[in-house]
């Protein structure tokens, strides 16, 4: 199934899922941005970001311990073998890795929920394995997202330029 953004926006697509107790995978694309949310039930397990290297934004986290450092620069990572983002979450201090899937979410998801400029597809599957794991409920990515995007509209009008 597939469609444009000004009929539903990502949010009505992953209550979809939700609501039908379905699993697969919406690509989105808007603008610049394509991401591809892996949804299971009422759950995000997952997110793939066009372009995002994982291994190297992971590695130009600012504060990043050293023997961390280290440990993620003896990762060789291949594009043929999944499992990357359960090898750094293992890595990391479960509330870096928690703040770093956060940031995640703000840069490339958020800013897609509500917008109605771009499409969409979906295929009702079983999920393949992403790029980027997670655990976020629909329900939480939703008002997290409003909540997210309620703060950026507080800081245009304030005149502050929000790093999106």
């Not at 066009?50 to 023997?67: C, E």
């Amino acid at each position: 199934m597939q469609g444009q953004l000004n009929e539903f926006t990502v949010a009505h697509l992953l209550q979809f899922f939700s609501i039908g107790e379905k699993s697969g995978v919406v690509d989105v694309v808007s603008n610049d941005r394509h991401v591809r949310l892996y949804v299971d039930y009422d759950r995000l397990i997952g997110i793939g970001i066009d372009k995002l290297d994982l291994h190297q934004t992971v590695l130009d986290a600012v504060g990043l311990p050293r023997a961390t450092r280290q440990r993620v620069l003896d990762i060789t990572p291949r594009a043929d073998t999944p499992g990357l983002a359960l090898i750094l979450r293992n890595l990391l201090e479960p509330t870096r890795w928690d703040l770093f899937v956060r940031r995640q979410l703000e840069q490339h998801v958020y800013p897609l929920m509500s917008t109605t400029s771009g499409h969409w597809e979906i295929a009702v599957t079983r999920c393949p394995p992403a790029p980027l794991t997670l655990s976020v409920t629909i329900n939480s990515l939703i008002l997290d997202g409003s909540r997210w995007e309620s703060e950026i509209d507080a800081l245009s009008i304030d005149n502050l330029n929000a790093e999106v």
